[in-house]
């Protein structure tokens, strides 16, 4: 087996020195400090959010603050990661929303377990849930991470309601047409 060696080139007088790669660095460093910035100083400054973004789900009132989720299970059945939990609730008749068909008992999502994916907010037929601009979810513990009915009302809080379903349908029952 043949071994080439290779003599190694003496550096220069200006390669010694390393002012040609010092001149090159600090021409980059002054370029860049005349360009618009590009980063942002995150948590102080936040990022645009684009449209379409899909944040943290969240449970939304109406206008009249009740709350527009009847416990249909239809995003606990559809939520692929299984992160969502419903156990549903009665109206009480003696309450000004008893002609409303039901309310959740007690309402859970799994932050741990969610995938952003958006389906529960597609499959909902009231518009209950809703994904918020929210990103940045933080915790100490597993159990800080499942939000519980009353911190998704509280981060959901109320939306315009454009069907009046339950409005038209007080309505109708009291002219006389349940259906």
């Given at each position: 087996?043949?071994?080439?060696?290779?003599?190694?080139?003496?550096?220069?007088?200006?390669?010694?020195?390393?002012l040609?790669?010092?001149?090159?660095?600090l021409?980059?460093?002054?370029?860049?400090?005349?360009?618009?910035?590009?980063t942002?100083?995150?948590?102080?400054?936040?990022?645009?959010?684009?449209v379409?973004?899909?944040?943290?789900?969240?449970?939304?009132?109406?206008?009249?603050?009740?709350?527009?989720?009847?416990?249909?299970?239809?995003?606990?059945?559809?939520?692929?990661?299984?992160?969502?939990?419903?156990?549903?609730?009665e109206?009480?008749?003696?309450?000004?929303?008893?002609?409303?068909?039901?309310?959740?008992?007690?309402?859970?999502?799994?932050?741990?377990?969610?995938?952003?994916?958006?389906?529960?907010?597609?499959?909902?037929?009231?518009?209950?849930i809703?994904?918020?601009?929210?990103?940045?979810?933080?915790?100490?513990?597993?159990?800080?991470?499942?939000?519980?009915k009353?911190k998704?009302?509280?981060?959901?809080?109320?939306?315009?309601?454009?069907?009046?379903?339950?409005?038209?349908k007080?309505?109708?029952a009291?002219?006389?047409?349940?259906?």
């Amino acid at each position: 087996m043949a071994v080439k060696v290779i003599e190694r080139k003496p550096l220069s007088w200006a390669e010694r020195t390393y002012l040609p790669q010092i001149l090159s660095g600090l021409r980059i460093t002054f370029r860049n400090m005349f360009k618009p910035k590009v980063t942002v100083e995150y948590p102080e400054e936040r990022p645009p959010i684009p449209v379409g973004y899909r944040g943290v789900p969240t449970l939304v009132r109406d206008p009249e603050g009740r709350e527009k989720c009847v416990s249909c299970q239809l995003c606990e059945f559809v939520c692929p990661p299984k992160a969502i939990r419903i156990t549903p609730g009665e109206i009480p008749e003696e309450s000004q929303y008893a002609h409303v068909e039901k309310a959740p008992k007690e309402f859970e999502i799994d932050m741990l377990r969610c995938i952003y994916c958006g389906l529960c907010q597609e499959v909902c037929p009231e518009e209950a849930i809703f994904l918020q601009n929210t990103y940045s979810v933080t915790g100490t513990s597993r159990a800080e991470f499942v939000n519980n009915k009353q911190k998704l009302y509280e981060i959901g809080g109320t939306l315009p309601d454009k069907h009046f379903k339950w409005e038209k349908k007080r309505r109708a029952a009291e002219h006389g047409n349940a259906h």
